[in-house]
């Protein structure tokens, strides 16, 4: 049996039938989480077998091949097709995962959520929905997980291809612009290599005198840089819609921290740590007020969650409690309390803190 074969007959007998309101049951969401986990590892497995039998680039041995070129051409394009349908189904499975992952909390004295709660699954704790997360379970339905986007595609209304062709131009390949620079600065223990940030290249040369070459980095373009999870994820919220998608992409920006996105990307796998935020509409002004008043607070050396940052600049520049209090899972007391701290600093105004308050500050954590 050849391995194009049972792939795709393992593929073909992906059968999901999501009950999404049963999801808030303990062992139901166990059963369906372990059988998407338990499948993505029998594709990774069968991924690495196709790379190494050379299934992602399958025409290369076909070079100068003559006279049963076309039955091998068709072979390899077999190959080539099987490899995209596992990376397809593969990239749904993941984002299927994340959405799950972020959907859970499990409480006793603590609360528990995302992947450290997977830990403790088999634990007697209360299971519940984690209202602080960013994930939407009704997307399970939509995700092509047996790897036929194709077939998905055929299928969507004019609005929904539309949609999709509006959330590709978000998240797209873009041209990657210059990153960085590579110096080969001899100094006098040798030659040595410096990669220098672009914003830094200016102040480096005039600093150095003894730079022996050069060489400029691009940036690799594109919100997300996976380009079968960008299809999978413009697939999958196509039928939503595009607003639905830009507010859990702004969502995931002003609930989860730099350092969050950065080790784990969630619902929006291979995201860039870079914030588009001419992209995300009324939420760029948003995002950006989250960004100054995390500058501020790391200034002061003080830690304040980054939901809690997310929701005061939320309701900051929307002036909307109500949604405030819903989307961030904030008590009118907390808002307000934190509201009344963060003015109080400084944090909210468009200027940095005055070196007086800043001084003032520190003097208080004494």
């Known amino acids: 049996m ?7 007959k393992f593929l073909d007998s992906l059968k999901y039938d999501f009950e999404i309101d049963k999801l808030d049951d303990k062992e139901y969401f166990k059963e369906v989480y372990f059988k998407i986990s338990k499948n993505l590892s029998i594709m990774e497995n069968f991924k690495e077998e196709m790379e190494f039998y050379g299934f992602p680039n399958p025409f290369y041995p076909l070079k100068g091949l003559k006279g049963s070129e076309p039955f091998f051409r068709n072979r390899a394009q077999l190959k080539k097709l099987t490899y995209e349908r596992n990376s397809y189904a593969l990239s749904a499975h993941r984002i299927a995962l994340e959405h799950l992952k972020e959907s859970i909390m499990l409480k006793n004295d603590k609360k528990y959520t995302g992947r450290e709660a ?3 699954i088999n634990k007697d704790l209360k299971f519940c929905r984690n ?3 960013v994930y939407r379970l009704e997307i399970l339905r939509f995700l092509p997980l047996s790897g036929d986007y194709m077939v998905k595609l055929s299928q969507f209304t004019k609005e929904e291809r539309k949609n999709y062709r509006k959330i590709l131009s978000i998240i797209d390949k873009e041209k990657g612009g210059v990153s960085s620079v590579s110096f080969y600065v001899r100094y006098k223990t040798g030659v040595k290599k410096k990669n220098i940030p672009l914003k830094e290249y200016k102040e480096f040369i005039e600093d150095k005198m003894s730079i022996k070459s050069s060489k400029l980095h691009r940036k690799k373009g594109g919100l997300i840089k996976d380009r079968h999870i960008r299809k999978i994820l413009a697939i999958s919220y196509a039928p939503i819609g595009i607003e639905t998608f830009v507010f859990d ?3 995931f920006y002003l609930k989860k921290g730099k350092y969050e996105r950065e080790r784990y990307s969630g619902i929006f796998p291979t ?4 914030i588009p935020h001419e992209k995300l509409g009324k939420y760029g002004e948003i995002i950006e007020l989250k960004e100054r008043m995390e500058e501020e607070l790391q200034k002061l050396g003080r830690f304040e969650k980054s939901l809690t940052i997310g929701g005061i600049a939320y309701y900051k520049v929307t002036g909307n409690m109500e949604e405030t209090l819903r989307y961030f899972n904030m008590s009118e007391k907390k808002l307000k309390r934190k509201l009344e701290e963060f003015e109080t600093i400084g944090l909210l105004s468009t200027k940095s803190l005055k070196p007086r308050t800043q001084k003032f500050l520190k003097y208080l954590k004494r």
């Open 2 to 8: 050849s391995l194009t074969y049972r792939v795709n």
């Open 118 to 120: 997977l830990k403790y």
């Open 131 to 133: 209202e602080e997360g």
């Open 249 to 251: 992409l702004a969502m």
């Open 271 to 274: 995201l860039s740590s870079e």
